[in-house]
């Protein structure tokens, strides 16, 4: 049996992962409209609380191929608020970024760009 403590080894990665949040579903419905955006606040929530290494988003983030300005807006608020901070990263991706991550005009992983302070890296699993 392992120890309570083995949560907190540092020899432990600690991966949150989410799926189908669907953000913005039925924002504009008076009494669901905050339950996709409550749900990616409780999960980032989670993640900080529980120092996390990383946040994989598997399946959709957002329910809409184009987001509502609101949408956008209050995702990237909730990143911000979240996932940037002065915590260092205790990981290296040693895979191939530019072929990982090629689908953007930043070949390489957010928290090695040099303009963001990312704390804890989140990443969304396209298709």
């Not at 540092?10 to 669907?22: N, P, R, Y």
């Not at 996390?52 to 809409?64: E, P």
């Not at 901070?85 to 390489?108: A, E, L």
Request: hydrophobic share 30%; proline share 4%.
């Amino acid at each position: 049996m392992s120890s309570p403590n083995t949560l907190d080894d540092e020899d432990t990665f600690k991966i949150l992962l989410a799926t189908d949040v669907h953000l913005g579903y039925l924002e504009k419905d008076a009494i669901r409209g905050s339950d996709s955006y409550n749900t990616l606040d409780e999960i980032l929530k989670c993640a900080k609380t529980n120092q996390v290494d990383l946040i994989l988003l598997g399946g959709d983030l957002f329910h809409d191929n184009k987001p509502s300005r609101r949408c956008l807006h209050t995702c990237i608020t909730m990143l911000r608020q979240y996932c940037m901070g002065d915590s260092p990263i205790q990981f290296n991706i040693i895979s191939d970024q530019t072929v990982n991550f090629n689908t953007t005009q930043f070949p390489w992983v957010n928290y090695q760009d040099e303009n963001l302070n990312i704390s804890i890296p989140c990443i969304q699993h396209s298709r």
